[in-house]
């Protein structure tokens, strides 16, 4: 009788073992915390592990942003991620920063819009980009989106990152340090409103950095993949509105990841995007036709969904 209930004790075991073994967990590659990428990939990841069935499960993962996250696909260390629409097409033809070799991936959806946050305390002497010369900024994580856009910005400028103080933080340790008067300055590229930048809000009062007569224009016309954004006063509690350079968002994974599989995660993300949005403030900006005009083509899971 033991042999027998030893011998269907193994059998369950063995059988359990096998259905854990077909769940395959997905890692979603996000941002440093303190911006909108984390927090999106959690929501994303608990529809996921709510809706897409038994054998996919997803956890979110801290990165270094945007940048970073088309190699993390690269390598597989990662398999689902999300970058903005600039950089998803220099990855893909392998420029700028991937010009190491174009990454083999696609578009999965169209997410939310990232603005490039340029604040500073009320009370400051830095009024634009002009005035950051010698001052200390953080700059957000290396390999980080925020990074990206310093680099287009500054030349515009007749700047380099020579001619600030940089300090590579998350965004939530560099609007700490901005609160703490550390820093002169803090950016971060975020959907809004950014978990950072709310939490330096709670303790002072903000203003964002503006843009000099032209410049906006000028970086507006060089790269047609950016567009203006105003961020209202009421988000952060500042005196005046921000008008501030965004750039949309988007899901990627690599071409090698089953069509089933992307099917599922679609689905029960944009099945359930009243929920989305119910959990995730920067979700309420998410319009699902955008995944039609994305910069880079969608993967052939994603294009079954969004072309039904």
């Known amino acids: 009788m033991f042999d027998m209930i030893k011998s269907a004790s193994l059998a369950c075991g063995l059988l359990l073992s096998a259905t854990f073994a077909q769940a395959e967990e997905l890692r979603i590659g996000t941002a440093s915390l303190g911006g909108a990428f984390y927090p999106m990939g959690q929501s994303i990841s608990n529809l996921v592990n709510k809706y897409a069935g038994d054998d996919i499960s997803m956890v979110p993962v801290v990165t270094g942003g945007s940048v970073q996250n088309p ?7 990662v398999e689902i991620a999300i970058t903005n629409n600039n950089l998803a097409v220099l990855a893909l033809n392998g420029k700028g920063p991937y010009k190491s070799g174009a990454i083999d991936m696609s578009a999965v ?9 340029m604040i500073v305390l009320e009370g400051s002497d830095i009024k634009t980009i002009e005035d950051l010369k010698g001052k200390r900024v953080a700059v957000g994580p290396a390999g980080g989106g925020t990074l990206g856009f310093m680099n287009f910005l500054l030349p515009l400028h007749d700047m380099s990152m020579d001619d600030i103080v940089p300090s590579f933080l998350s965004y939530s340790d560099g609007f700490s340090q901005l609160s703490d008067g550390n820093v ?11 978990g950072a930048v709310m939490q330096a809000a709670a303790g002072n009062k903000l203003r964002f950095i503006d843009f000099s007569d032209g410049i906006l224009d000028k970086a507006l016309e060089k790269n047609g993949a950016f567009k203006p954004v105003e961020i209202p006063a009421d988000v952060y509690g ?33 099945d359930n995007l009243e929920e989305f949005q119910a959990e995730n403030a920067n979700a309420k900006q998410i319009d699902p036709a955008n995944s039609l005009n994305l910069a880079i083509p969608l993967h052939e899971g994603a294009a079954r969904y969004f072309n039904k």
């Open 71 to 77: 190699r993390l696909i690269d390598s597989g260390e």
């Open 238 to 270: 500042t005196a005046e509105p921000g008008t501030v350079i965004g750039v949309n968002n988007m899901l990627i994974v690599p071409n090698s990841l089953s069509a089933d599989v992307v099917e599922k995660i679609v689905t029960a993300v944009f």
């Open 184 to 194: 002169d300055a803090a950016f971060a590229l975020s959907g809004y409103p950014a």
């Open 109 to 117: 959806a169209a997410l939310h819009p990232s603005v490039l946050h």
